[in-house]
C-alpha cells in the first residue's frame, strides 16, 4: 500500500452507500505495529487544536477540537451530560393542591423546571446528603445547601371581564400557573450569595406552564432546590444537547461536468457544494478530466462543514467513482446547548475540570497500588 493511501485511511473514516470503512481495528487508536507512537506532550500541544465557531448565544455554543482522540471526546460529552453539578428542585411539600393535577405529577413538573441564579452562589452551595438505609439521618436543610421557594396561586373570578368572554386568562385570575410565580425565600448567607434581583434563584424561562385553575382551586407548596448531577436524575443536567459530529470530508476524484454538475449540488445541503467554470488552464492540463472542456460547468467542493452527510450523491449511477465521502477521524465539532444555568462555552470549561479531577484521582489510586507493602 503506498505511503499517500496509507495515511489517507489513518486520516479519513470512509463512507460507501451502505457501509463504513477504515474504523478503528487495534486495540489502541492510532497505534500501529512496528511504528513508536509513544505519549509525547509537545508532539500533542503542536496537533492540538480548538476552533471557535460560534459564540453569539450564551447557552448555544459550536466549536472544533482537532487532534483528538474520540475516547477523550466523548468523555467530555458524558461529563457535560451527567458530571457537572447543577441546583434543580428536589423536595416538594404539598401543603394545598386542589387543582385537577395530582400532587406528584406537579412535583415532577416542578423538578424539571431549569432554574438560574448567581452562579458563584451556585457554586458555592455543599451537597445535600439524603438520608439511606445506612445514614437514616443524612444533613439537615440549612442556608449553604438548600435554596428554598414557595408557590402560593388561587384562581379567583376577574369581575372586569367583558360579558360573553370565553378566553379563561381573562375571565379569571390566576387561570394559569406559570413558573413566573415561584417565588425565592432566602435565608442566612443566600441573601448574599443570590441577592435580589439580579442573582436571585429564579426560573431560565418563566412562561412555563405547570398547572391551570378555575375558580375556587388553590396551589400551596414550599420546595427545597438542592445540588445534583444528571448522574442521578435528568433534571440536573446542565445541557438540552451535548453532542459531537466528525468534520464530513467531500473529494471529487473525476471531474462532474454540465447538468451533472448542478444535480451533484442539490444532493448535498445549501453551500456544501457549488458550480463553477472549467478554467483554460485546467482544461490545457494534461490528465486532468478538463481537457476540452474549457468555460463548461463543474462542481467543487465550497464547505464541507455544513454537510450532513445523507450520502444521497450515491444513490446516482452518474456519480459512481467520482467522488468518495468520508470523515475526519480526530477532528470533532461540538454543539453545547444550555439549559440557562451556566452558559454554553463555561459548561466545557467546567467538563475539562471535572476530566482532571478524574486523572487526578486515578493517578493517586494507581500510586497506593504500586507502592510496596
Not at 447543577?86 to 416542578?110: G, K
Not at 439521618?137 to 360573553?164: F, H
Amino acid at each position: 500500500m503506498a505511503a499517500e493511501e496509507r495515511a489517507y485511511r489513518r486520516k479519513i473514516v470512509g463512507l460507501n452507500a451502505e457501509t463504513v470503512t477504515n474504523i478503528t481495528s487495534t486495540d489502541f487508536p492510532g497505534h500501529f505495529l512496528g511504528e513508536d507512537h509513544a505519549w509525547d506532550l509537545d508532539r500533542f500541544r503542536d496537533n492540538f487544536q480548538v476552533v471557535i465557531h460560534d459564540l453569539s448565544d450564551p447557552l448555544d455554543s459550536c466549536f472544533s477540537l482537532i487532534g483528538l482522540d474520540a475516547s477523550v471526546a466523548n468523555a467530555f460529552r458524558r461529563i457535560l451530560i451527567a458530571e457537572i453539578p447543577t441546583l434543580a428542585i428536589e423536595f416538594v411539600y404539598v401543603w394545598n393542591n386542589t387543582s385537577i393535577i395530582h400532587d406528584e405529577v406537579l412535583a415532577h413538573r416542578l423538578g424539571l423546571v431549569p432554574l438560574k441564579g448567581n452562579k458563584k452562589g451556585i457554586t458555592w452551595l455543599r451537597w445535600f446528603k439524603k438520608s439511606t438505609d445506612e445514614d437514616t439521618e443524612g444533613s439537615a436543610p440549612s442556608d449553604y445547601n438548600t435554596v428554598v421557594m414557595k408557590l402560593n396561586v388561587e384562581c379567583t373570578v376577574n369581575p372586569d371581564a367583558k360579558r360573553g368572554e370565553t378566553d379563561p386568562t381573562k375571565l379569571y385570575h390566576h387561570a394559569h400557573v406559570y413558573a413566573s410565580d415561584l417565588e425565592y425565600h432566602p435565608s442566612g448567607r443566600q441573601l448574599e450569595l443570590f441577592p435580589l434581583p439580579e442573582g436571585a434563584i429564579a426560573p431560565v424561562n418563566p412562561n412555563i406552564l405547570l398547572a391551570k385553575l378555575r375558580p375556587g382551586q388553590k396551589v400551596v407548596l414550599e420546595m427545597h432546590c438542592i445540588k445534583g448531577i444528571g448522574m442521578d436524575h435528568a433534571k440536573f443536567s446542565p445541557v438540552a444537547t451535548a453532542s459531537y459530529r466528525l468534520l464530513p470530508t467531500i473529494d471529487i476524484i473525476r471531474p462532474i461536468l454540465g447538468k451533472d454538475a448542478e444535480k451533484f449540488a442539490r444532493c448535498f445541503p445549501r453551500g456544501v457544494i457549488g458550480v463553477g467554470s472549467v478554467s483554460a488552464e485546467e482544461a490545457g492540463r494534461h490528465g486532468s478530466g478538463y481537457e476540452g472542456h474549457e468555460g463548461e460547468k463543474k462542481a467543487v467542493v465550497r464547505d464541507t462543514f455544513k454537510d450532513t452527510v445523507s450520502r444521497e450523491c450515491l444513490r446516482h449511477a452518474e456519480f459512481q467513482g467520482k467522488v468518495k465521502l468520508g470523515r475526519v477521524r480526530d477532528h470533532f465539532i461540538f454543539s453545547i446547548e444550555s439549559t440557562g444555568q451556566f452558559d454554553s462555552h463555561e459548561l466545557f470549561v467546567e467538563s475539562i475540570k471535572v476530566l482532571k479531577v478524574k486523572c487526578q484521582r486515578l493517578k493517586r489510586d494507581l500510586e497506593l497500588i504500586t507502592q510496596p507493602v
